[in-house]
């Protein structure tokens, strides 16, 4: 049976896959990979046949991937950008549905960004046919421009977020990673900027508690003060490790709370990844009451516990010591699919 014809066009696939869009945008790689035709143009890619990496102008106007698309003639094209729904974004979908006028569009993105008001117009001339998003505010302004759109949650690799089999793990990754064996550990994952409320972890890391925050090599060069927020955290003792972790899972792992404390919209992705990689490695999470979390995993069996970032130290204290490993997570890697899969194929 011949497979559909996909084109899969995003920004970044290329290692370090240690930030939220760039995990999806390979995730998804790898899944349209085995169930379809599938071609990939990129601006910086790895090495297989079926990825062309292309030096393009901002906009993707380009012979080459004109050239591309007309050999290939995908049934349908996916698009990701890293910008995410800037006006530049959609201004790109536009050139690529004239280079495929007859393929499906479906358009990705994973937060909302500020348009100004002559850009919201232009995108009821510029809106995709189909739009996917897990942050609940950009699906609002989609369907205010009748903008075929759905809510989606995220992908999360099961392989590698996982439960420790064994407690004694658990010791030898504090070992590993020179953390002390009775601490209790909270960890957060994530771009260090301003716009994290990472402060807001100063007070945990004073009430006795020990904080890590693990940083992301793709944090964007225009963060507000990432220089002096790290001193002003690592001053208060919080581990600060601004560096890519190549088993970030163990840093779950030896955690016993993951926090999530973002509270501006546009400061994560509408379902943050690392909620999902958390739970799937059966740690507990303290998170704000951000984006779609709640929507999609509710309580999570218990094991998502909601908090304003003012009453952190009182969250922590009533969680208890029992088993987190129960999850919901496994069930939204299959909604996502669901999801795309049904568009691509109808």
Not at 227 to 240: A, F, M, P, T
Not at 326 to 338: A, G, H, I, M, T
């Amino acid at each position: 049976m011949t497979k559909r014809k996909v084109l899969f066009i995003t920004e970044y696939l290329n290692p370090p896959y240690d930030e939220g869009i760039k995990k999806t945008a390979f995730n998804i790689y790898t899944e349209l990979n085995h169930k379809y035709d599938l071609k990939v143009i990129c601006r910086y890619g790895f090495n297989e046949e079926n990825i062309f990496v292309i030096n393009s102008n901002s906009l993707f106007l380009s012979r080459n991937i004109r050239k591309i698309i007309s050999d290939f003639n995908p049934l349908v094209i996916i698009y990701l950008p890293f910008a995410s729904s800037t006006f530049a974004g959609y201004l790109r979908l536009r050139v690529l549905r004239f280079f495929a006028q007859n393929a499906k569009m479906i358009f990705i993105a994973l937060q909302p960004k500020p348009l100004k008001k002559w850009q919201k117009l232009s995108v009821n001339f510029l809106k995709p046919q189909y739009a996917l998003t897990p942050s609940p505010s950009l699906q609002k302004f989609w369907e205010s421009y009748n903008i075929n759109s759905r809510l989606l949650p995220l992908i999360t690799d099961l392989s590698v977020f996982k439960p420790l089999e064994m407690a004694e793990q658990k010791l030898d990754l504090r070992k590993k990673y020179n953390i002390p064996i009775n601490a209790y550990l909270i960890s957060h994952m994530g771009h260090i900027n301003e716009g994290r409320n990472l402060e807001s972890l100063i007070l945990l890391q004073r009430s006795g508690y020990l904080v890590m925050i693990v940083g992301s090599s793709s944090t964007p060069k225009d963060a507000l003060g990432p220089k002096d927020l790290k001193s002003k955290l690592e001053k208060e003792g919080i581990v600060v490790l601004d560096k890519f972790i190549e088993l970030i899972e163990e840093i779950y792992q030896m955690s016993d709370l993951y926090i999530f404390p973002v509270l501006a919209p546009n400061s994560s992705i509408g379902m943050p990844l690392s909620i999902l990689e958390a739970r799937a490695g059966g740690i507990p999470v303290l998170t704000t009451n951000f984006g779609r979390v709640s929507a999609f995993m509710g309580d999570d069996n218990g094991g998502i516990i909601y908090s304003t970032p003012k009453r952190f130290s009182e969250a922590v204290k009533s969680i208890e010591k029992r088993d987190y490993t129960n999850s919901n997570v496994e069930d939204l890697n299959k909604k996502f699919y669901n999801i795309l899969f049904e568009i691509i194929e109808n």
